[in-house]
């Protein structure tokens, strides 16, 4: 029989309350004047023979896309939200690469190849030859150097953890040294990198975004305006970053010099456009030729009637979870956490705010992400059994506990907030719902104060180190997540895994560790990973949706057929 929601919830859907996923950019301050563009979404090459504003830039074959909002800074090392240009206009060292049958792997891309030393603490890297950045200086091995050393320095940084097993990035980052000690550049192509002990996911780290090599001439002549001015943001990746008007739209043209060559697309155009069905009219006009679904869930389904062979899904390599702090009563009880796992219903919140387009999770690891056990214990939804443990807990009546609410976060979250509160309600549990401003909850989270909460964390590359160590790596990161776990044996087990050179071994160890936080300790509460969908133009050819599944779309393989 088809569970029912309570009327509050009925109420929010009735008043159109936008099922939009997550997103949105900050500010920026770019100072280029506003220009109308055309875009082509429906096989119509409306954008044929147009020039973007005043800049002259011809449009004629450009691809047409829109985001929420207006990015805060295309310098990779200052933003931790902010890829769509970042990931067009950069190269890393090394990339992840998906096949047709959704298995990933690490491929050279700036390195043309590399050694480890059988301890597995020296890497060496030989860069390919010739690699031109935007500015046509040639890429070596002393820009690697600038863009590691300034990534640990820089003011504003964002993405420092990235390098944190090398040698000396502590000290580095902490300002007791002047250099990175473990980098040695042996000659203009070739350096090698010491780390502090064995991390076998280290090429996986640096195979992100967030590692993307800076030209140190370019950047130091930019200063402060690099990620902000467009002429001074330079890398070495398929497009250049040509204008950028702010809360208006970004531009960017092919660079035809690409060491991979050169893109069959000429250019994009990204419109800032904060109302989803503006994006959604848009789309259906031939403005636009992407259209996020990620944003305007409750389109999905006519969208899917309407444009059956347009829309295109990928699996987000990401899991929603709901946390418990173990530093504040009852969570510290096992009892009650088991209890909480066992009465939230998360098929019905799949369902309702998704469509079902997802799958339930019952560990730490997602669906598609290296390291996932199809074999873990699944987490029934049994409110009855929740009673009884809250009765064994001592609360046979229930208890009163606070969900602390992200006033920016989407629309999806409130509503899934509202659905677990009145999920708890059936086993005694009163939930009330504390709204915090971001820059208060963040702050407060990271003190490990937070009592409970719901959020979705996405692979920044494809290794389970990048989930279990984020939550359970330390007592530091485990109270920087309100999560408070207290078993430092298990924590322990955790950080050695990172050091266990056979993969086969390593992934039994996180199984087991997964197995042993969630099954047995009920940690926090697995939700569900989900499809992100794309409604994409008829004249666009060869897009697929990110390799983790998030929004920001690599541009280097589309072409446009006019």
């Given at each position: ?5 309570s009327?509050v919830?009925a109420?929010?859907?009735a008043?159109?309350?936008?099922l939009s ?10 100072a280029?004047e506003p ?5 082509g979404?429906s ?7 147009q020039s973007v ?5 011809d ?5 047409y896309?829109a985001?929420n909002?207006?990015i805060q800074?295309?310098?990779m090392?200052?933003?931790s939200?902010?890829?769509q240009?970042?990931?067009n206009?950069y190269?890393s060292?090394c990339e992840?690469?998906?096949a047709?049958d959704?298995?990933?792997?690490i491929?050279p ?5 590399w050694d ?6 020296e ?5 390919r030859k010739g690699?031109?950045?935007?500015n ?18 820089v003011q504003g940084g ?6 944190d097993?090398i040698?000396?990035?502590t ?6 040294a002047?250099?990175?000690?473990g980098?040695e550049i042996?000659d203009d192509?070739?350096f090698?990198l ?5 991390y076998?996911?280290f ?7 967030a590692?993307?090599i ?6 130091e002549?930019?200063?402060d305006?690099f ?6 943001t ?5 497009f250049k970053f040509?204008?950028?008007t ?5 531009v960017?043209?092919r660079n035809?010099?690409y060491?991979?060559g050169?893109s069959?697309?000429?250019g994009v ?7 989803t069905?503006?994006?959604t009219?848009?789309f259906?006009?031939g403005?636009l030729d992407l259209l ?9 389904d006519?969208f ?7 829309m295109v ?34 098929q019905?919140?799949?369902d ?9 999770e019952n560990?730490i690891f997602?669906h598609?992400?290296?390291g996932f056990?199809?074999?873990m214990?699944?987490?029934k ?7 009884a443990l ?5 609360y046979?009546?229930?208890f009163?506990m606070?969900?602390?609410?992200d006033?920016s976060?989407?629309?999806?979250m409130?509503m899934?907030l ?5 999920q708890?309600a059936?086993?005694?549990i009163?939930?009330e ?8 909850w963040l ?5 490990g104060?937070l ?9 920044d590359?494809?290794?389970p180190?990048n989930f ?6 330390n ?5 920087a997540?309100?999560?408070?776990y207290?078993?430092?044996a ?5 950080a050695a895994a990172?050091?266990i050179?056979d ?10 560790l997964?197995?042993?936080?969630i099954?047995e ?6 939700m569900?990973?989900r ?9 666009v050819q060869?897009f697929?949706?990110a390799?983790?599944?998030l929004?920001?779309?690599d541009f280097?393989?589309?072409s446009?057929?006019?």
């Amino acid at each position: 029989m088809k569970r029912k929601l309570s009327l509050v919830l009925a109420l929010m859907m009735a008043a159109g309350l936008g099922l939009s996923g997550c997103g949105g950019q900050g500010g920026g301050t770019p100072a280029t004047e506003p220009g109308a563009a055309q875009g082509g979404a429906s096989g119509n090459a409306q954008g044929a023979g147009q020039s973007v504003g005043d800049t002259g830039i011809d449009t004629t074959g450009f691809l047409y896309v829109a985001l929420n909002a207006d990015i805060q800074t295309a310098d990779m090392q200052k933003t931790s939200k902010d890829y769509q240009i970042p990931i067009n206009i950069y190269d890393s060292l090394c990339e992840i690469k998906v096949a047709d049958d959704g298995t990933s792997s690490i491929e050279p891309c700036l390195a043309e190849k590399w050694d480890i030393s059988d301890d597995g603490m020296e890497y060496t890297f030989y860069l390919r030859k010739g690699v031109k950045f935007h500015n046509g200086e040639e890429l070596k091995a002393s820009d690697v150097k600038y863009t590691f050393e300034r990534m640990l320095t820089v003011q504003g940084g964002t993405n420092s953890e990235f390098l944190d097993q090398i040698k000396g990035s502590t000290e580095l980052f902490d300002g007791t040294a002047t250099e990175l000690e473990g980098f040695e550049i042996l000659d203009d192509y070739t350096f090698k990198l010491t780390l502090k002990e064995p991390y076998s996911g280290f090429l996986a780290c640096i195979s992100t975004p967030a590692v993307c090599i800076y030209n140190e001439k370019a950047t130091e002549e930019a200063g402060d305006q690099f990620g902000l001015d467009p002429a001074l943001t330079i890398g070495t990746g398929p497009f250049k970053f040509a204008s950028w008007t702010y809360n208006d739209q970004l531009v960017l043209v092919r660079n035809d010099d690409y060491f991979q060559g050169a893109s069959a697309l000429p250019g994009v155009v990204i419109k800032i456009v904060p109302d989803t069905e503006t994006q959604t009219m848009m789309f259906e006009s031939g403005q636009l030729d992407l259209l996020d679904m990620d944003y305007m869930t409750e389109q999905i389904d006519r969208f899917q009637e309407a444009y059956p062979d347009q829309m295109v899904s990928g699996p987000r390599l990401g899991t929603t979870y709901f946390t418990m702090n173990q530093k504040i009563e009852p969570f510290d009880n096992l009892q009650v956490r088991k209890a909480v796992q066992m009465a939230i219903d998360r098929q019905v919140i799949l369902d309702t705010l998704y469509g079902g387009r997802g799958q339930l999770e019952n560990g730490i690891f997602p669906h598609g992400l290296i390291g996932f056990n199809p074999d873990m214990p699944e987490i029934k939804y049994d409110p009855e059994g929740a009673k009884a443990l809250l009765a064994e807990a001592g609360y046979p009546d229930g208890f009163t506990m606070e969900i602390a609410a992200d006033m920016s976060a989407s629309d999806t979250m409130t509503m899934a907030l509202e659905i677990i509160k009145e999920q708890l309600a059936q086993v005694g549990i009163n939930a009330e719902i504390k709204n915090y401003d971001e820059s208060t909850w963040l702050e407060t989270r990271k003190s490990g104060e937070l009592g409970s909460f719901i959020s979705t964390w996405t692979a920044d590359y494809n290794d389970p180190d990048n989930f279990i160590y984020t939550f359970f790596g330390n007592a530091e990161k485990t109270t920087a997540r309100s999560l408070n776990y207290p078993d430092t044996a298990v924590m322990e087990r955790v950080a050695a895994a990172r050091t266990i050179l056979d993969n086969d071994e390593r992934m039994k160890e996180y199984n087991a560790l997964e197995e042993k936080i969630i099954s047995e300790d009920a940690a926090w509460v697995p939700m569900f990973s989900r499809l992100h969908l794309f409604a994409v133009s008829k004249r666009v050819q060869n897009f697929k949706v990110a390799w983790n599944g998030l929004s920001d779309n690599d541009f280097y393989p589309l072409s446009i057929s006019e």
